[in-house]
Nanobody, 125 residues
Framework: QVQLVESGGGLVQAGGSLRLSCVASGLTFGSSNMGWFRQAPGEEREFVAV????????FYADSVKGRFTISRDNVKHTVFLQMNSLAPEDTAAYYC??????????????????WGQGTQVTVSS
């Protein structure tokens, strides 16, 4: 079955950096657009970033643009989220998700087919 396993979360001070990874199995990774979402306590899950199948096209939420970078390694079936200049408002559980069959990059939760279990990112002030 499809599995998406995130790692790399942790506790970091404001201004610091973290790199999240998500390893995919059981799906045709090279045909899947990959996204990152996050959910803070008491909040709805929100879109963070998405990357197309080739890795050449990306799209970001305004709140992370210029600080976060999404990338992928199709040989290792892994998608990454490099997070720099972290702020307390970035504190959330971060989830990777896979979406296939669309030529457009999706930002809505309902458009994604598979989800990981999440990794916690906590940014202290």
């Amino acid at each position: 079955q499809v599995q998406l396993v995130e790692s790399g979360g942790g506790l970091v001070q404001a201004g610091g950096s973290l790199r999240l990874s998500c390893v995919a199995s059981g799906l045709t990774f090279g045909s899947s657009n990959m996204g990152w979402f996050r959910q803070a306590p008491g909040e709805e899950r929100e879109f963070v970033a998405v990357i197309d199948t080739t890795g050449q096209t990306t799209f970001y939420a305004d709140s992370v643009k210029g600080r976060f970078t999404i990338s992928r390694d199709n040989v290792k079936h892994t998608v990454f989220l490099q997070m720099n200049s972290l702020a307390p408002e970035d504190t959330a559980a971060y989830y990777c998700a896979a979406e296939s069959g669309s030529i457009f990059l999706q930002t809505r939760i309902r458009d994604y087919d598979f989800w990981g279990q999440g990794t916690q990112v906590t940014v202290s002030s």
